[in-house]
């Protein structure tokens, strides 16, 4: 195979490599990282004998993410506050045209699952992400981790209970969340408190991440009035240089706050029953400097 081949089927898979790597890791530089270093050992291999292109690669990223992903476990011990994945613009465009094929995406890239698949253990995750995100077969899947078939089962029932038992049930209809966006944005500019109050659920959830450098709660805030108030504040700190866009990340509509022509804050809401469930705050500048928007 020439080096120019080897090229052109790296890139062919590229997708799929990167889609592997964040779903095990929550970071988009981590995953690029792992995918590089992919690259590079796919460059330096004798491909004559590589029968299976696609698998061999997948097999490469995974073992490299389980690896970076027990190194970034032990740093993120010490992280301040909550932590939340790390923002990805999603575009599946016409490669998945599928609608029930595009919503198993969504769901896999969401934060709210990428929350819950923290707290599995790198092998259960490798498992979950690819069977249940990218279909894989448990036998291959086996191969990739080195690995009994049967383990492989065992480790892929574990996760899908643990995340099922731990992943929000609330409606994902893109159409919904993106009106309640705006209206949360229309109430939340607004003169009073009433109108952004209505739109909050009873129990509802605010989750912010700023990584401890830029302002937002250490600790997760509960019930609609801590919530409300708190949001109904902090959209009165954005000045007039302010600027939002509604974008779709992780799969899902999101507001993009811009300070200055530059990302400072990324909001996106689950929803359940009509109104706002869970809301998540991403300020942390170091997971908002690679957003890029055409």
């Not at 899908?160 to 309640?180: G, N, Q, S």
């Not at 209206?183 to 009073?192: H, N």
Request: with cysteine; hydrophobic share 45%.
């Amino acid at each position: 195979m020439t080096t120019d081949a080897a090229t052109d089927l790296f890139e062919e898979h590229r997708p799929v490599l990167i889609g592997v790597a964040y779903r095990m890791l929550g970071r988009v530089a981590d995953a690029e990282d792992v995918v590089q270093e992919a690259w590079l050992r796919w460059s330096a291999a004798d491909r004559e004998d590589v029968r299976e292109p696609r698998a061999y690669l997948v097999r490469i990223t995974t073992r490299l993410a389980i690896d970076r992903l027990r190194h970034l476990r032990s740093r993120q011990e010490a992280y301040p506050g909550p932590w939340l994945p790390e923002p990805l613009v999603t575009d599946f465009g016409p490669a998945v045209p599928d609608t029930a094929e595009r919503a198993v995406l969504a769901d896999s890239v969401s934060l709210a699952v990428l929350v819950v698949l923290e707290s599995l253990s790198p092998l259960e995750r490798a498992v979950f992400v690819l069977r249940e995100a990218f279909g894989f077969p448990y036998a291959e899947i086996a191969r990739a981790l080195d690995r009994t078939e049967a383990a492989v089962r065992q480790l892929g029932g574990r996760a899908r209970r643990h995340v099922e038992e731990r992943k929000p049930r609330y409606d994902v209809d893109p159409a919904e969340r993106r009106d309640l966006t705006e209206r949360f944005l229309a109430a939340a500019s607004g003169d009073g408190i009433e109108p952004l109050l209505e739109l909050l659920a009873p129990g509802v959830r605010l989750v912010s991440d700023s990584g401890g450098k830029a302002k937002a709660p250490r600790r997760i805030i509960e019930t609609a009035d801590k919530v409300g108030r708190f949001l109904f504040a902090v959209a009165g700190e954005f000045g007039p240089d302010g600027e939002v866009r509604i974008v779709e990340l992780n799969g899902a509509p999101a507001a993009v706050f811009f300070v200055g022509g530059k990302p400072d804050t990324v909001f996106q809401i689950e929803v359940g029953q009509g109104v706002i469930q869970c809301a998540y705050i991403i300020r942390n500048p170091d997971k908002l400097a690679g957003l890029s928007f055409a």
